[in-house]
């Protein structure tokens, strides 16, 4: 049985938030996301991983050099990234399991 739509439409997305999004691709790098993509939804990373898969394929027998095939390969990454952040901000999380945690100040009362 389909799951019920929900009523309306979907919140936007903020410019903000598509800034913060990139912004965290270019600190952590494509491949760190993905692999926390897999984690979280491992589905969906299937599926983006293996449409990527074909993306570079398809350039590849367009005709693309190499070099160009992986930098457009890059900016689909890119684009499909920012999206996931986006759309499900908690996922990614707010700090990596290789970046030490941020002291915060001590509160005054």
């Known amino acids: 049985m389909p799951a019920e739509p929900p009523d309306g439409p979907p919140p936007a997305v903020s410019v903000r938030a598509v800034l913060a999004a990139l912004a965290e691709v270019k600190r952590r790098g494509h491949w760190p996301l993905f692999q926390r993509l897999e984690r979280a939804?491992?589905?969906?990373?299937?599926?983006?991983?293996?449409?990527?898969?074909?993306?570079?394929?398809?350039?590849?027998?367009?005709?693309?050099?190499?070099?160009?095939?992986?930098r457009l390969q890059r900016r689909v990454q890119s684009v499909v990234l920012v999206a996931w952040l986006c759309l499900r901000p908690g996922v990614a999380g707010d700090g990596d399991e290789s970046d030490p945690p941020t002291p915060q100040p001590p509160e005054v009362p």
């Not at 599926?47 to 570079?56: D, F, K, N, R, Y």
């Open 41 to 70: 939804e491992p589905d969906l990373a299937e599926h983006v991983l293996e449409s990527l898969s074909l993306v570079h394929r398809d350039l590849l027998a367009a005709g693309a050099s190499p070099k160009v095939a992986r």
